[in-house]
């Protein structure tokens, strides 16, 4: 191990009950599909693990080296709103926690490496679908400037996995600043103990939020402090998800992450045609987390955050107690309540900036909502309509938007709006915030067929490239532009469990 490698396991200390100690099942046969080079580096991960045999055994789980310890983390989570105590990590190990050359800790997890003591009635194993999945999505949301978790690597095992239909396995191993969930604060909120909410608070502000100790001196302040923290991470996340056109799918209490990150990648996709109503996800048949609820889910999820911090948020030696715990579910709910101003804040500037306006331009938010609205009518691609606003020539649009009236009018007055910005200068800002390429379903689901029924990794590795570089339009990946033709849409995703 170089000296400049270290690694340390700080949550699963913190109390037994949060996490179990366990190993990954071996498998048969592993194969590299991937592996992060420049992430490694950033990680200091010792090169003796970069795509090497050693590499290929540790993130196949068949042979770990002295420093990890692994875990397996306990968490519970509203699922489309109905709550299960008993979820944790049943088909992930976290190995354990890095600390990078420049300080920063990461979580390494592999995921679909077999069964551990949350599995409950499932294989523990993940089908390599989800992982290519996974893989490409969150490093293509990485890209894009999306807080998220990273991929490191992806293995195939060379055994099966029964879903549906049998399907080849894999495993990921992805890397996060913490896996710590909305679903963990309500496992230990389930543990019925201060002192342990407390413990698990202090270190969450310890590890995420250290301005806090800083700004308030110990006590409930500090957990007001948090929840307020926590709910503005959210706030800016989904607001970058909806001026990108993301749709996570299963914003499920526990796959919200308490860092403000992207997790957990099921069933997401990124919209083609504007609709607000869109919903990808097999299991999401009311339409819980489709696009536009995206931003009201994320406000029930955080709800149920502050629920968690209620017992810690009153001074326990208050002298009329009934009166503080008043004051207290007062001051959360309006945190709570506060989300809707600092997601409108977060909305309007991303998308100003996606039409070249400054958030308080007086015509941004007028602008903007007429150009959803005709998208939405005539059923115009996300990505694309905002990439080409930052086309010298308006050829592109015009034909985009089938030179209709109501395009043709707005056309003009966002030309009259944006007027003072010499055209280098728009031009320049509209295509660093509108990206050209994002991971479109249909090539994502080509490139799994690909890599399965030939087991070549071109396809794979060239979309890696491509999104690597989302906001550069290269003729070379011209073709990974366009959305999907009729016959290659995918309107449905499945979670892959
Ligand atoms: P998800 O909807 O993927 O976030 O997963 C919800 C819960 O189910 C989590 O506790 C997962 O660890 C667990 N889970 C999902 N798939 C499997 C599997 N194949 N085996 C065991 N547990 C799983
Ligand atoms: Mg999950």
Known sequence: MSASFTTELSYCQLANEFSTSCSPSPVSAPQWLAFNQSLAAELGLPEA???????????????LPDWAQPHALAYSGHQFGHFNPHLGDGRAILLTEIVTPEGQRFDLQLKGSGRTPYSRRGDGRSAIGPVIREYLVSEAMHHLGVPTTRALAAVATGDWVQREQA???????????????????????????????????????????????????????????????????????????????????????DNMSLVGDTIDYGPCAFMEAYNEHQVFSFIDKQGRYAYANQPAMAQWNLARFAETLLPIMTANDAPEPEA????????????????SDKYQQYYQAYFSAKIGLSADHPEASKLVQ????????QHIDFTLAFRYLGDAEPKRRNHLFSDSASWLTWHQQWLHATASTPTHQL?????????????????????????????????????????????????????????ATASQQVTTTFCGT
């Open 370 to 377: 007429q150009l959803l609205a005709i998208m939405q009518q």
């Open 324 to 339: 503080a715990i008043a004051a207290t579910i007062e001051r959360a709910t309006e945190l709570v309540m506060g989300f």
């Open 167 to 253: 399907q080849p396995g894999a495993i990921l191993a992805r890397v996060a600043r913490s896996h710590l969930r909305v679903g963990t604060a309500q496992y230990v909120l389930n543990l019925n103990s201060a002192a342990k909410l407390k413990s698990f608070a202090d270190y969450l502000i310890e590890r995420h939020y250290p301005e806090i100790i800083l700004q308030h001196a110990p006590g409930f302040a500090r957990y007001d402090a948090l929840l307020s923290a926590v709910i503005d991470k959210q706030a800016q996340l989904i607001a970058r998800w909806m001026s990108l056109g993301f749709i996570h799918g299963v914003m499920n209490t």
């Open 427 to 483: 031009q320049r800002q509209l295509n660093e915030v509108n990206p050209a390429l994002i991971p479109r379903n249909h090539l994502i689901e080509d490139c799994i067929n690909e890599v399965i029924k030939t087991g070549s990794l071109a396809q794979f590795v060239r979309l890696q490239q491509a999104f690597a570089q989302p906001y550069q339009e290269r003729a070379e990946y011209a073709d990974l532009m366009p959305p």
């Open 49 to 63: 693990f970069w795509g090497t045999e050693a590499g290929l055994q540790l993130f196949a789980g068949n042979q």
